[in-house]
């Protein structure tokens, strides 16, 4: 089974937003939403060369 990016993203920010509900350590906050927005950002890349 394939996860899309966007659903990944979308869990990366979920978590990132259950660990700062937690008062988790903001590095790994940051970290989690790093990746998301990487992620994010390499679809975004990709689309714009496929067309």
Known sequence: ??????????????IA??????????YKIRAYRRAANVIQRYMRRRCTKMK
């Not at 089974?1 to 979920?14: P, Q, V, W």
């Not at 937003?17 to 903001?26: A, F, S």
């Open 1 to 14: 089974m394939l996860i899309s990016n966007s659903k990944i993203a979308d869990t990366l920010r979920e």
């Open 17 to 26: 937003n259950t660990l700062e509900e937690q008062e988790e350590n903001p």
